[in-house]
Each structure stands twice: as structure tokens, then as C-alpha cells.
């Protein structure tokens, strides 16, 4: 039997680009964002980025990424 190995999260954010998915779980999106876990979902919340199927919640990456857009900051050069 094959041991699953622990991916990085560089790995993991390779992975993603290469097999681009719609949907992901809290725990690999708090891996992917390098983020707490309570923090990805209280901000897919608040994207309205999250799709509820039973006692299963998946977030919608592409709703997730345009709100988490809204909070760029751009310095401004004086």
C-alpha cells in the first residue's frame, strides 16, 4: 500500500493551476490561501462563495478570488 505523502503548499497551488478545479473544501482552501481554516471560511461566507450540499460545504474558487481582489492595496508612490 502506498503512503499518501504531505504536499507543500507550493505543490499544492502547482496542482491546482495544472487541474484548475471550481470547487474546493475549507481545509485545502485554508492550505491553498495559507490561511487558518476559520478565517478561508468566514471569508468564502462573506463572498458568498459557498455551496452547501447536505453537511458538505464547498467554496466556489472563482466567486472567492474576485471578492478576495477587493481587498488589494496599492501603495502609492509620493
Given at each position: 500500500?502506498?503512503?499518501?505523502?504531505?504536499?507543500?503548499?507550493?505543490?499544492?497551488?502547482?496542482?491546482?493551476?495544472?487541474?484548475?478545479?471550481?470547487?474546493?473544501?475549507?481545509?485545502?482552501?485554508?492550505?491553498?490561501?495559507?490561511?487558518?481554516?476559520?478565517?478561508?471560511?468566514?471569508?468564502?461566507w462573506?463572498?458568498?462563495?459557498v455551496?452547501?450540499?447536505?453537511?458538505?460545504?464547498?467554496v466556489?474558487?472563482?466567486?472567492?478570488?474576485?471578492?478576495?481582489?477587493?481587498?488589494?492595496?496599492?501603495?502609492?508612490?509620493?
Amino acid at each position: 500500500m502506498q503512503e499518501k505523502k504531505s504536499m507543500t503548499i507550493k505543490e499544492m497551488r502547482h496542482e491546482v493551476i495544472e487541474h484548475p478545479q471550481k470547487f474546493i473544501r475549507y481545509k485545502e482552501g485554508a492550505k491553498l490561501y495559507c490561511m487558518c481554516q476559520k478565517k478561508f471560511e468566514r471569508l468564502a461566507w462573506d463572498a458568498n462563495a459557498v455551496y452547501k450540499i447536505n453537511t458538505m460545504c464547498l467554496v466556489n474558487l472563482e466567486i472567492f478570488d474576485k471578492y478576495l481582489e477587493t481587498f488589494h492595496v496599492v501603495q502609492r508612490r509620493r
